[in-house]
């Protein structure tokens, strides 16, 4: 026989409850403002599963409600940026926060969260000092540049940059290069947004010497090159190399400035990645100043750093736009650890987090993935598939768009052609205490354990040792 539902009436109140033994530990931990917020919502909810003659006893003794209570409080409380599985397959994926950062930074950037620091105090005069001090030797040193100054991401960079060196001005940069990056950055945009005047060169697929030089006139601040980071052109095409342009720009008497995107501080195919140039290289080749991200290939923070000459240097960070644009103290402690590591490059790919995932071979995913089948298939049940397959991770982040990384992983797909479900799966996956995101196609889930660092391999299986289907 069903228990007879309860009414209204049988709700209590909300200032008695607040008074009761049974809500002491959540006042304590909440604070009262929180607490009766929640629990107003809560009894309003349960007026209206009265009204609806379905109120039962068991919800309205204090011990339930304060049951019901923590649990709504801990859902509101819990933390907003959560770590999550990324088994996309794109190890420097933007909507996930770009590169993990090594533990050397992370210890640095608890270190300065903890107590004040000499971000812009000069510990050996007791003078005021200049935050970009912090990096600016170590930049310079790692790059081959004379100086180094550091603003909130690329974008910040570049925008800076045509701000200080082209307002009202002319910019010569090659229609080959006109990219846009994602997340809204165009390079015509931001020309826009900083003031300069964008003259376009040559064509999409080929841009010769003398484009350039045809272009320059009175009113021309600046040449500029810029990766093309996330397409790639082949085929009939031709592009200047840096160090003809610089030729150009200095017979000129102008600079020329390359916007590397990712630029790399290192040569990477000593880790078996492709091809990238880096920083010192394209200083070396003439450019006269150098941006590029602190969180793509460099495995930093998020930052744009800029390198180049010490006159330029010194302009930019007299312009007002700098102190808009400037990094924390946090960014800065976790850049200066990232960067100390390149000092010892045969260490890197143990030390640096994003390059141990890039350089992680394909042989030893594919063991972690032969692993892991077990528990997986044990938990998507009979109903699905789980295969360990080989697959391509990408870098990300506009980084090396064409050159696929061999890797490994886990594909589910429903055991029967007409068999559905797949859909659901992949969102219980994603609503486990640590999401697992990975990516469908072709209706599979594609599961791609580059990024899988073997020091979570627990962790992910322990999340697969209930079944799936019917969680969430
Ligand atoms: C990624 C990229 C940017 C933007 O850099 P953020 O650090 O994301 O702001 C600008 N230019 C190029 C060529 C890029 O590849």
């Not at 107003?40 to 609806?52: G, I, Q």
């Not at 379905?54 to 049951?67: I, N, T, Y």
């Not at 019901?68 to 794109?90: D, I, S, W």
């Not at 240097?313 to 960014?331: C, E, F, S, Y």
Request: glycine letters at 6%; a positive charge; charged letters at 25%.
């Amino acid at each position: 026989m069903l228990a007879p539902s309860r009414t209204a009436a049988d709700i209590p109140s909300l200032d008695r409850l607040l008074r009761s033994d049974a809500l002491v530990q959540a006042l304590r931990v909440y604070g009262r403002d929180e607490v009766t917020h929640v629990l107003r919502v809560h009894l309003a909810r349960l007026r209206e599963s009265a009204l609806a003659g379905d109120l039962e006893a068991k919800q309205v003794d204090d011990e339930a409600v304060a049951a019901a209570l923590a649990q709504e409080l801990e859902a509101r409380h819990r933390p907003r940026m959560r770590p999550v599985f990324n088994l996309t397959g794109t190890v420097l994926h933007t909507n996930l926060g770009r590169s993990p950062l090594p533990e050397a930074a992370v210890d640095a950037v608890v270190r300065a969260m903890r107590a004040p620091v000499n971000l812009e105090f000069d510990l050996e005069t007791g003078r005021r000092g200049d935050r970009d001090d912090v990096v600016a030797d170590l930049l310079c040193e790692l790059t081959g540049a004379e100086a180094a100054t550091v603003v909130n991401n690329n974008a910040a960079a570049v925008l800076l940059l045509l701000n200080t060196l082209a307002p009202k001005r002319e910019c010569v940069v090659s229609r080959g290069e006109l990219v846009e990056i994602g997340g809204a950055f165009r390079i015509p945009d931001v020309m826009r947004s900083a003031g300069a005047k964008l003259v376009e060169v040559g064509t999409t697929n080929r841009t010769h010497a003398a484009d350039y030089a045809d272009a320059i006139n009175t009113r021309t601040a600046l040449l500029m090159k810029v990766h093309a980071s996330n397409y790639a052109i082949s085929g009939f095409t031709h592009s200047v190399p840096l160090e003809e342009l610089a030729a150009i720009a200095r017979e000129r008497g102008l600079p020329v400035a390359v916007d590397l995107g990712s630029g790399s501080l290192v040569d990477l195919q000593k880790w078996g990645l492709p091809n990238e140039p880096t920083v010192r290289a394209t200083v070396a080749a003439g450019a006269d100043l150098v941006t590029f991200s602190g969180d793509k290939l460099l495995g930093g923070p998020q930052a744009g750093i800029i390198v180049g000459r010490k006159d330029l240097i010194r302009r930019l960070k007299r312009n007002p736009l700098k102190r808009a644009l400037r990094v924390d103290k946090l960014t800065l402690a976790a850049l200066a650890a990232v960067l100390d590591l390149y000092r010892a490059p045969e260490f890197l790919d143990a030390r640096l987090a994003a390059l141990r995932l890039l350089s992680r071979p394909a042989d030893a995913i594919a063991a972690q993935s032969a692993r892991l089948q077990p528990a997986l298939q044990r938990a998507v049940g009979a109903a699905f598939t789980v295969t360990a397959v080989s697959m391509a991770s990408q870098i990300g982040s506009g980084a090396l768009p064409v050159d696929l990384l061999p890797s490994h992983g886990l594909v589910v797909r429903p055991a029967t052609a007409k068999g559905g479900g797949l859909v659901r799966i992949e969102s219980v996956l994603r609503a486990l205490p640590r999401p697992v995101l990975g990516r469908l196609v072709d209706k599979a889930l594609w599961l791609d354990l580059r990024c899988l660092d073997e020091a979570d391999e627990a962790a992910f299986a322990s999340q697969l040792d209930k079944p799936l289907r019917g969680r969430g």
